[in-house]
């Protein structure tokens, strides 16, 4: 380690051999996914990673230079654990100053995680110094149900749940509902020329979301590039020309192999409020059960905002989906 790459945290533990030090760019990758890969194995955090997925993150970040931005933990030499900060400004006004980190399993419950957070809250006071002052500050991170070490930290440090969230399963073997479209809309596929204008519809029906903040070319291309684009399996609706809502299926393959499975997920749920509760978002879902099935999968899976203002949690219920796992946003103000 090279005396510009390390970094000084007055808050770490005294371990022998522990140290900090800045990314070193794709060389990094695989150590991340190393890291990654055991803990979500601690945390039954189902969620297969690649190389190629942190490269394809990292060429598309927004609000963050990883080299100021992140911070890694050593061990004589061996990557434990790593953090990395963004911030966005949400449409209400609101700064979010975002941090998160990953620890392997046997470096936690020693003042380890504790010290990386507080480094992550001091470089997010940094960047928000050079912000303006209008609007609410809010420092926020993320924690799922089978992490409650995280959550104990964060709640002892004055995070507080400002909101909750499911990850919802659905077998779908044997017999399966369908419902109709309304008069007048119709399923069609999303030709290559119309890919932004479906981004265009997305973005504006999901404007009244919680959080929601205006999306950045950075996140179309990403999007353009994930290996879930996967639009022979996407259920939109049309109206004429208009594209009025839809459902984005994607069938992650690693996934499934990682954990022997055959799960297709329904994501991207959304329609136009000039087409509400006319039944198009029940209509997409379950003939996404039905593409999904013909696809050899035989569960189907999402994740909602369980305080959706559109009744999606409802929804999500009422054609058999169920909560397996709860996530929740934390989140306190910036002093």
């Not at 931005?69 to 004589?76: C, I, Q, S, Y």
């Not at 790593?82 to 046997?106: A, C, D, M």
């Not at 994501?267 to 050899?296: D, K, M, N, Q």
Request: proline share 6%; with cysteine.
């Amino acid at each position: 380690m090279t005396s510009r790459e390390k970094i000084h945290v007055p808050d770490a533990p005294s371990i022998l051999g522990l140290a900090f030090r800045r990314f070193r760019g794709e060389d990094d990758y695989p150590v991340m996914v190393a890291v990654l890969e055991r803990h979500n194995a601690a945390d039954r955090i189902e969620r297969a990673v690649t190389v190629e997925d942190v490269a394809r993150t990292y060429t598309y970040l927004t609000n963050c230079d990883p080299y100021q931005d992140m911070l890694f933990a050593e061990v004589d030499g061996h990557v434990i654990g790593y953090n990395r900060v963004t911030w966005w400004k949400e449409s209400r006004g609101n700064r979010i100053y975002h941090h998160f980190g990953f620890l392997v399993p046997e470096w936690r419950q020693q003042g380890i995680g504790r010290a990386m957070l507080y480094h992550s809250e001091r470089r997010l006071h940094e960047i928000a110094a050079d912000h303006p002052a209008n609007g609410a500050r809010f420092l926020e991170s993320y924690a799922e149900d089978t992490q409650p070490g995280l959550e104990s930290l964060l709640l002892r440090e004055g995070y507080v749940a400002v909101r909750h969230g499911y990850d919802m399963v659905r077998e779908i073997a044997g017999s399966l509902p369908r419902a109709p479209l309304p008069s007048g809309t119709e399923v069609r596929p999303v030709p290559p020329e119309r890919y932004r204008a479906l981004w265009a519809a997305m973005d504006e029906a999901f404007r009244d979301h919680w959080g929601y903040s205006p999306p950045t070319e950075e996140d179309y291309q990403e999007w353009l590039h994930e290996p879930t684009f996967q639009p022979e399996l996407w259920q939109v609706a049309w109206d004429g020309d208009e594209i009025v809502g839809m459902v984005l299926n994607f069938i992650d393959v690693k996934e499934n192999e990682q954990y022997k499975r055959q799960r297709g997920y329904t994501e991207g749920i959304c329609v136009r409020r000039p087409w509400r509760r006319r039944g198009i978002a029940r209509a997409l879902l379950t003939g996404s059960f039905h593409l999904l099935r013909e696809r050899g999968m035989t569960e189907a899976a999402l994740g909602v905002d369980t305080q959706n203002p559109n009744g999606a949690l409802q929804l999500y219920e009422s054609v058999g989906f169920r909560p397996v796992k709860r996530g929740s946003t934390y989140r306190k103000p910036m002093s």
